[in-house]
Nanobody, 124 residues
Framework: QVQLVESGGGLVQAGGSLRLSCAASGRTFSSSAMGWFRQAPGKEREFVATISASAAVTRYADSVKGRFTISRDNAENTVYLQMNSLKPEDTAVYYC?????????????????WGQGTQVTVSS
């Protein structure tokens, strides 16, 4: 069993920055691919970023490429999402997800565990 707890969400003005954290329990974190997804009201959950177990491989949605950076600290069992140059359209609940295998995945289906989500609101 893996538990994921996100933090770091909040209200920020357009152009600002936030860093989301996802703390994971369990021994499998260092061998798990991790992902960030988001869901805005009335919309489907969408892929944001993913990182391989070793952090050697990352992928980003086109909408966040160049603005967001995913990273991980396997010693701390934590994955991060640094979000810069935020836009109102980035407003959503952001979810952390763990996949107990490799490779990385850019759709929700392959992920095994999910956090409860953290709200990010970007005002114009």
């Amino acid at each position: 069993q893996v538990q994921l707890v996100e933090s770091g969400g909040g209200l920020v003005q357009a152009g600002g920055s936030l860093r989301l954290s996802c703390a994971a329990s369990g021994r499998t974190f260092s061998s798990s691919a991790m992902g960030w997804f988001r869901q805005a009201p009335g919309k489907e959950r969408e892929f944001v970023a993913t990182i391989s177990a070793s952090a050697a491989v990352t992928r980003y949605a086109d909408s966040v490429k160049g603005r967001f950076t995913i990273s991980r600290d396997n010693a701390e069992n934590t994955v991060y999402l640094q979000m810069n140059s935020l836009k109102p359209e980035d407003t959503a609940v952001y979810y952390c997800a763990a996949r107990l295998s490799w490779p990385i995945a850019t759709t929700p289906g392959p992920y095994d565990y999910w956090g409860q989500g953290t709200q990010v609101t970007v005002s114009s």
